[in-house]
């Protein structure tokens, strides 16, 4: 270690040590600083910081870990911020977690001190989904919420997703207010704990019936479900918090023949039957697909631990069940909604529907061809969120969504919704079979042929720790000062650089500035000649930095589909191997 680290280490540790911390936690930094300094630097070389998805890390002793500590300076940090944001209110906020190991007792630690700062507050009597807990911040009119959780990330993380009083994570200018509040925490005497226990009111049943109510106005074509009310449908929870919602939402809307992956559905923070619960991954989607083959189920779908997020696989005309990528999941049902709204007369030029900026450009296509505003917004969902509230009282949402596995349908809550948007592809599968007589997936090969035909990859490439988060960085510099000149011989034709919000016309030099957007953020985009999109982006909850790619032909009937997806795949693998990712 350099010196000057290895002191700020030392230091930090040697704090924790002399500090009114638990023997257990003591003992742990004990350990590290006899027989692990590799450990010691990675669990206090920085403190956790609010990032696109809030606080998240790996679970441990020290201040860049996920422990009862760092979760205890956070919701002080936040707690004093509300207070100065609503004096002379009575603050209100709601919490909830998901199945991950430890969530309930960080849950727990964060209601405690909520309530001795004086705050009412809401607590989930077991785990929930995140959709649920950003409904209830809205419905209970609370100024805050959290939810812990650390989403789709492997067994070793846990996190904190800090909510506004509109029920969507905390956006500028608030996130780096908390971080700074949290920053002025620094003993364990300034956290509240202990007090007002009365304070603490518990939400259970009765309140699941109400956010299940919301979904089933979401409804689009409830007498193609009764008609198709058994269509076989495979689910699993992944062992999280879609465990009884999703079934719930799924009989609410009349779907009689759900069939549960009986080993997913024991809640386990260890995920003990994936290797990471994330549903974009067809590994981890194994079991369910599996069980839809044996059951010759219309499809299969799952949701992650905090049930934001849904994967989907839908059986092909060969009866193999293919995995949906993000972008096409959020293409059908953005298609069924503005589809079924069109027809319904409910369409009236005054609605909108957002994705991100990473995200397919075929959703552009679809609501251009409905005459729908599409507006692109930044990675996270929460800027989505912030689209709807600026456009609340002006124009109504349908629907929006990321490459990253997540749909919001309707605006009642502010936050992606694996629960309604796994219901609603339900319902989309009963509407195509009952008005054109085909499933879903032939559905969307048909969207193809009238859109043309979208498809998009994403590499990640992982560095981990203190030299990783270094060489991503590094990454973003030499690429700005860098960029390609051509993709697969296509010149690039226009640079596009959110950390500056320029545009950059490769031909001329000229630089104007992107009006659509109003945050900056650390994202570069590279437009080519032929229509090809490559964005670079650095993950804001993750030690990765991630490249997309967008490309796109015609399709010119169905019975094409496989040679010109093979193509396009083929040019995405290519695109891989020039920038040197594979």
Not at 80 to 105: C, P, T, W
Not at 200 to 210: T, V
Request: proline residues 4%.
């Amino acid at each position: 270690m350099a010196n000057d680290l290895e002191m700020q280490v030392m230091s930090k540790a040697q704090a924790w040590l002399d500090g009114d911390y638990d023997e257990a936690t003591k003992q742990e930094v004990r350990r590290l600083m006899e027989s692990d300094k590799n450990e010691l630097v990675e669990s206090f070389y920085k403190d956790l910081e609010f990032g696109t998805g809030g606080l998240r890390g790996i679970m441990g002793v020290g201040s860049n870990r996920m422990n009862i500590y760092t979760v205890g300076a956070a919701t002080q940090g936040l707690a004093n911020y509300l207070k100065k944001n609503f004096e002379g209110e009575q603050i209100k906020v709601a919490i909830s977690h998901d199945s991950r190991n430890n969530s309930r007792m960080f849950a727990e630690r964060v209601a405690d001190i909520f309530a001795s700062n004086g705050f009412v507050v809401f607590l989930f009597d077991a785990l929930r989904p995140t959709p649920e807990l950003s409904f209830a911040i809205r419905e209970l009119g609370c100024q805050s919420g959290v939810m812990v959780t650390a989403s789709h990330n492997p067994k070793e993380y846990n996190g904190y997703k800090a909510y506004w009083n509109d029920g969507s994570q905390v956006t500028s200018p608030h996130d780096v207010n908390i971080i700074a509040e949290v920053q002025k925490v620094t003993e364990i005497s300034q956290v509240l704990t202990g007090k007002n226990p009365e304070n603490i009111h518990i939400l259970g049943e009765e309140f699941d019936r109400k956010y299940l109510a919301a979904i089933k106005e979401l409804s689009l074509s409830p007498e193609a479900v009764a008609k198709h009310n058994d269509m076989k449908i495979v689910y699993t929870p992944l062992h999280g918090a879609g465990v009884k919602l999703v079934p719930a939402s799924l009989a609410n809307y009349g779907f009689t023949n759900v069939i549960s992956v009986p080993e997913q559905t024991v809640l386990d923070g260890n995920f003990p039957t994936v290797a990471s619960p994330n549903p974009e991954e067809r590994k981890t989607m194994a079991m369910a697909i599996e069980l839809a083959q044996k059951e010759g189920a219309d499809f299969a779908m799952a949701t992650d631990p905090d049930a934001d997020r849904l994967g989907v696989a839908l059986r092909n005309a060969k009866g193999e069940y293919v995995l949906l990528n993000g972008n096409q999941t959020l293409v059908l049902l953005m298609s069924y909604q503005l589809t079924r709204w069109a027809e319904l007369g409910k369409i009236t030029g005054k609605e909108f529907v957002v994705k991100t900026i990473v995200t397919s450009m075929m959703p552009d296509a679809v609501a251009e061809h409905f005459g729908v505003k599409c507006y692109n917004c930044l990675t996270g969902f929460k800027y989505i969120a912030k689209i709807i509230r600026e456009q609340e009282g002006k124009t109504k949402y349908i629907g929006g969504g990321e490459e990253s596995f997540g749909y919001l349908p309707g605006d009642f809550v502010r936050d992606k919704d694996g629960v309604a948007a796994i219901t609603l592809v339900a319902e989309a599968a009963a509407w195509v079979k009952e008005t054109m007589g085909i499933t879903l997936y032939e559905w969307l090969q048909q969207l193809y042929v009238k859109y043309g035909f979208y498809r998009e990859g994403l590499v990640n490439v992982v560095r981990k720790g203190k030299d990783g988060a270094a060489e991503i960085q590094q990454m973003m510099v030499d690429y700005r000062q860098n960029p390609p000149k051509s993709i697969l011989g296509s010149p690039v034709v226009k640079i596009l650089d959110y950390k500056t919000l320029e545009q950059i016309d490769v031909a001329t030099g000229a630089r104007t500035a992107i009006e659509e957007i109003d945050e900056k953020s650390n994202v570069l985009q590279w437009l080519t000649e032929d229509g090809t999109r490559v964005s670079v982006r650095p993950s804001g909850t993750e030690p990765k930095i991630k490249f997309y790619y967008g490309v796109k032909a015609q399709l010119p009937s169905v019975d094409k589909f496989d040679e010109v997806q093979a193509a396009l795949d083929k040019k995405l693998e290519d695109i891989s191997k020039e920038l040197g990712l594979l």
